[in-house]
């Protein structure tokens, strides 16, 4: 059984960094390249960041230069290193397999950055 619990998230000031960890359990891990997810209120869920299962990685244009996408293979653990974080990066951040399956989206983890 596929369970993914994503951590890390809080509160940071513009210009502050966070860093998101995504346990995963079951298969997923050993299967799947990975993906870190946001959405915003009232806006839809959005790829952000994806890495392969060899740790080629991919970025959005948005957090491409200030995000860092990485996993650890022998933790079953995917992270997000958050730099120079900005307002509109507020959103509760997700991870997933790349595609997403549905029955494995978690609770997420907030992040609000504000001043």
């Known amino acids: 059984q596929v369970q993914l619990v994503e951590s890390g998230g809080g509160l940071v000031q513009p210009g502050g960094s966070l860093r998101l960890s995504c346990a995963a359990s079951g298969s997923i891990f050993s299967l799947y390249a990975m993906g870190w997810y946001r959405q915003a209120p009232g806006k839809q869920r959005d790829l952000v960041a994806t890495i392969t299962r060899g740790g080629s990685t991919n970025y959005a244009d948005s957090v491409k230069g200030r995000f860092t996408i990485s996993r650890d293979n022998d933790k079953n653990t995917v992270y997000l290193q958050m730099n120079s974080l900005k307002p509109e990066d507020t959103a509760v951040y997700y991870c997933?397999?790349?595609?997403?399956?549905?029955?494995?989206w978690g609770q997420g983890t907030q992040v609000t950055v504000s001043s």
């Open positions: 997933n397999s790349i595609p997403a399956i549905g029955a494995y």
